[in-house]
């Protein structure tokens, strides 16, 4: 179990899609905008748990062109987040929107987020631990996944709504968008070139 749950927050504590997205509307919106968005990443979260426990995401990302498709829709969309906040210029403005992203976007940022459903069949079909009870192992790992997973996306939250309120010079705030931007970008590449 102990294994399980430094799996658990080595996988989460990376930058991804959903921890780079979530840190970027609390700095650019702040708490409340920050935490509606990151409810929609929990629920979508959940729902890839739940596909990929029953099976339903062997099922769909069995047929190649399915999983090509949501590889390419991730990339694009990470792309094209890269690309906004890269040209966002001396302002942090993870993304600059007349609406601010909220429970949706978060929401289907996980379901076309490969790292999701990678990491859940990691987690649900690696690390046994209670071979007696299926059950009481997923129950167990559902649990313990959650918990470091809400603890982390916070702590990410509440960096980006850290750095809204550092007031940093405009140079400092132009390196922190490129330094996003590269991330997402560096995803963008890991994503595909692992076709």
Known sequence: MLVFATVSFLMFVTPGPGVLSLAGVGAAFGWRQGLLYMAGLFLGHVIVSVAVITGLAAILLAEPVVRTILLFLSAAYLGYLAFRIALAGSKISFIEMIKAPG?????????????AYAVHTTFFTGFA???????????????????????????????????HELNLSSSAQKWVNLLMAASLCGIVVLSIGSI
Do not use: R
């Not at 429970?103 to 790292?115: E, V």
């Not at 129950?139 to 959650?146: A, G």
């Open 103 to 115: 429970f949706m976007t978060g929401m289907t940022l996980q379901f076309i987020n490969p790292k």
């Open 129 to 163: 631990f209670y071979p007696d009870s299926f059950t009481i192992e997923i129950s167990l790992k559902f649990l313990i996944m959650n918990f470091i997973w809400i603890i982390l996306h916070l702590a990410w939250l509440y960096a980006g709504c850290k750095i």
